[in-house]
């Protein structure tokens, strides 16, 4: 098992060497913006259930469990996750991309230009987030924690 260095809110990759692509990218976007933007980890321990993301281009899922003193990026779909992300890795960079203002609630990253390209992949079901309506809070949480921006 490898742990990142980030004393505060560590983010731990369970599979370690044999985490998947999705586990590792996600993993490091997550690390970088905690070390980036501490401010986050708030955000993180306001995740209360699972986040899954499975790519459609390489078929590989990660799940993000974050608890009260780190975050556990595993292999896989794992339990029941409150929201689950279904895209290309192209498209989870878009996300990435994305500004998110005041703990993300405030999606201002959306009325940009490819903001509104992210917004019309989720209507056409090209980019697909379960949850995004009953769990709107976490999604919009999760977004702010694989921001870069």
Do not use: W
């Given at each position: 098992m490898a742990t990142t260095t980030d004393k505060k809110y560590p983010v731990r990759i369970y599979d370690g060497d044999d985490a998947n692509g999705v586990a590792s990218m996600v993993g490091v976007l997550?690390?970088?913006?905690?070390?980036?933007f501490p401010n986050r980890i708030k955000i993180a321990r306001r995740i209360p259930r699972p986040v899954t993301v499975f790519s459609t281009d390489t078929d590989a899922a990660c799940t993000v469990v974050f608890g009260t003193n780190e975050a556990v990026v595993y292999n896989d779909v794992l339990g029941r996750p409150s929201v689950t992300v279904i895209a290309t890795v192209d498209q989870l960079l878009d996300v990435s991309q994305l500004e998110m203002r005041a703990g993300g609630l405030l999606p201002v990253g959306f009325f940009t230009k490819r903001g509104m390209?992210?917004?019309?992949?989720?209507?056409?079901?090209?980019l697909v987030v379960k949850?995004?309506?009953?769990?709107?809070?976490?999604?919009?949480?999760?977004?702010?924690?694989?921001s870069v921006v």
């Open positions: 997550i690390e970088q913006n905690f070390e980036n390209s992210v917004l019309g992949n989720i209507l056409s079901h090209k949850g995004l309506l009953t769990h709107t809070l976490t999604s919009l949480r999760f977004i702010a924690l694989v």
